[in-house]
């Protein structure tokens, strides 16, 4: 029902824009977030983006590099992501949840596969 797309190989500094395309479910009565895992590492929070848009949370680490927006026509999300540094390299998901502004992974209903973002030095 979650499906994301856009992650690749990139050089540090360089941009990646990834996709979520939702299916199966009302997708304007859901906040989406996203989240990363990074080999070794627990899956960590993002952003988290409101069911209207109107409000968005970002993790400290963001510092201002990713933009999440959505578009409630086309059930899909997406996250602009600047400045990439090779931190940034995880598996990104996409997730779906009833609540408000929900940072938990445990307050997630449904979650896509993720997509591999690499970052190069």
């Known amino acids: 029902q979650l499906v994301e797309s856009g992650g690749g190989l990139v050089q540090a500094g360089g941009s990646l824009r990834l996709s979520c395309a939702t299916s199966g479910l009302t997708f304007n009565n859901y906040a989406m977030g996203w989240f990363r895992q990074a080999p070794g590492k627990e899956r960590e929070f993002v952003v988290v983006?409101?069911?209207?848009?109107?409000?968005?949370f970002y993790a400290d680490f963001v510092n201002r590099r990713f933009t999440i927006s959505r578009d409630n026509a086309k059930n899909t999300v997406y996250l602009q992501m600047n400045s990439l540094k090779p931190e940034d390299t995880a598996v990104y998901y996409c997730a779906a949840s009833p609540g408000t502004m929900p940072r938990r992974r445990t307050d997630y209903t449904y979650w896509g596969q993720g997509t591999q973002v690499t970052v190069s030095s």
């Open positions: 983006i409101r069911r209207d848009g109107g409000i968005t």
